[in-house]
């Protein structure tokens, strides 16, 4: 027989950990797997750090304003350093519809509640000292976002979660889900088989692979973005500056001072580079530190530590795909988070908690309109 939990979640990284703990701390059994042999190998350890209310929708924005909440609050309330860094994010402008779209944006914001606001070329010069002058226009400005270790953080989320009573089984490849009349009455892995009374998609890369298991499909796809990390220095910038200009081979670059003083970078290739490629590249590198010097010229002495690259589970307009699936009536997606699982995983955890548990709040159906599994995926999230 099926051993039984009130929850299966496949995969520990994150959004399934952070997930994992909201609901033992709920008090429901959790029984998490993952093929890997321990929590967050696979994209959360590749995670730049970077945590931001600063999105386009009132879905992103609203839970990563409660993610911001409880990674600011953590080392407080629960003891765990995770490099938590209250760094603010930064959108320079270069050009006149660069500051046109920024500042229409900020209205939006505004709307749902985002703390942001325009600063000036010399306002911005004294948050990012020395950055290029000519023909800067002005940059938004939101505060209250930061960045934390990916490592530490979900290993705190992991051992907490553990302490209110979560299991996990690590090595263990999801093979099949089982249904009887609409329901997942077992969760088939290459070791064992699993009951749960609900069932959590948050597999990341494996997202489409395990939906149609149980016969449902979701439009994800990974999407290989690499990215780097220097020498630590002494603290010489503030915000991480997210410059949106596209160029050839690249549609964006971000950069940002981490707790420890490294600077991390990382570039959106254009086109994407689909599929799971985790091999760094030669060409990576001379790209972005191109890009960067050219903005922020104190960042020519850096000297880079290492790179990497891992993937960002894209849908097609950019927002996740988190909800209960139409058809499997015991199956909840929390899958295609587009690079941003870290930063939206805490909040995405109490939120899939209030929904396995029937609980959800008003506010909760405006947040999940955002995410709908059945939507067209017409739209484009304007900060992706």
């Known amino acids: 027989m099926a051993r039984t939990s009130d929850v299966v979640v496949i995969g520990a990284g994150s959004v399934g950990v952070p997930a994992a703990l909201a609901l033992a701390r709920a008090g429901l059994s959790v029984l998490v797997l993952d093929e890997a042999a321990s929590p967050g190998q696979r994209n959360n350890k590749k ?5 931001r209310a600063t999105h386009s929708d ?3 924005i609203r839970v990563s304003q409660r993610s911001i909440e409880i990674f600011a609050g ?18 320079p402008a270069y ?6 779209k920024l500042k229409e944006l900020m209205k939006v914001q505004h709307g749902f509640g985002l703390d942001i606001r325009w600063v000036s070329p010399a306002e911005y010069n004294e948050l990012v000292p020395g950055i290029r002058m000519e023909g800067l226009r002005g940059s938004t400005y939101s505060p209250g976002d930061g960045s934390a270790s990916p490592l530490l953080a979900l290993n705190a989320f992991y051992f907490k979660s553990v302490a209110a009573g979560a299991e996990y089984r690590f090595g263990e490849t999801v093979t099949a889900l089982r249904l009887d009349r609409g329901r997942i009455v077992a969760v088939v892995s290459d070791k ?3 009951a749960g009374a609900e069932v959590i998609n948050a597999s990341g890369n494996n997202a489409r692979a395990i939906a149609r298991l149980a016969g449902l499909d979701v439009p994800v796809e990974p999407d290989n973005h690499e990215g780097a990390i220097s020498e630590p220095v002494r603290r010489f910038f503030g915000p991480m500056v997210v410059d949106i200009r596209p160029e050839p081979g690249s549609a964006n670059y971000y950069f940002y001072q981490n707790n420890e003083g490294q600077v991390v970078f990382c570039i959106t290739p254009d086109p994407p580079i689909l599929g799971v490629l985790n091999e760094s590249t030669s060409a990576f590198f001379p790209q972005v530190a191109r890009r960067m010097v050219q903005l922020y010229p104190r960042l020519a002495p850096l000297r880079v530590r290492r790179s990497w ?4 589970p894209m849908t097609p307009d950019g927002f996740p795909i988190v909800g209960r699936a139409a058809g499997v009536a015991n199956y909840v997606h929390a899958v295609g988070m587009c690079g941003q699982g ?7 955890g109490e939120l899939l908690t209030r929904i396995v548990r029937g609980q959800e709040t008003a506010d909760d159906a405006r947040v999940l309109q955002s995410f709908l599994p059945t939507r067209e995926f017409k739209g484009v999230e304007a900060l992706k």
């Open 74 to 91: 953590w080392k407080e309330q629960e003891g765990d350093e995770i490099g938590w860094l209250s760094n603010g994010y930064s959108y």
């Open 342 to 348: 870290f930063m939206l995983g805490p909040g995405l």
């Open 95 to 100: 050009e006149p519809e660069t500051e046109k």
């Open 47 to 51: 995670a730049i750090g970077g945590i």
């Open 309 to 312: 690259r891992g993937q960002y």
């Open 58 to 60: 009132f879905g992103k």
């Open 192 to 194: 064992g088989e699993y």
